[in-house]
């Protein structure tokens, strides 16, 4: 038996609830392992997000925030589900 699902604006993509709570320019944070000579440390990271996108993977659509970390050189992509508004 085939199970069909139905795409609607809640269920689009992976991580379509959060697209309405965000917008480019917001701040936000996500939780990332740092790894130096002396230890794993897991902390959170802040960055500006530059642009919401929609990817494959797989057979599903996922939305991934682009992400220009502060002091970062270069932006980072990492699913919308992982990422939250900053609260400061």
Known sequence: MSEK????????AFGASKEQKM????????????ISLENEVFEVKKGLLTA?????????DVLIAQIMPFGGEKQVKIPLISVKKSQK
């Open 52 to 60: 919401i996108l929609e990817e494959k993977r797989g057979i599903n």
């Open 23 to 34: 917008t480019p320019g917001d701040i936000v944070e996500w939780k990332s392992w740092e």
């Open 5 to 12: 699902t139905f795409k609607t604006p809640k269920n689009r």
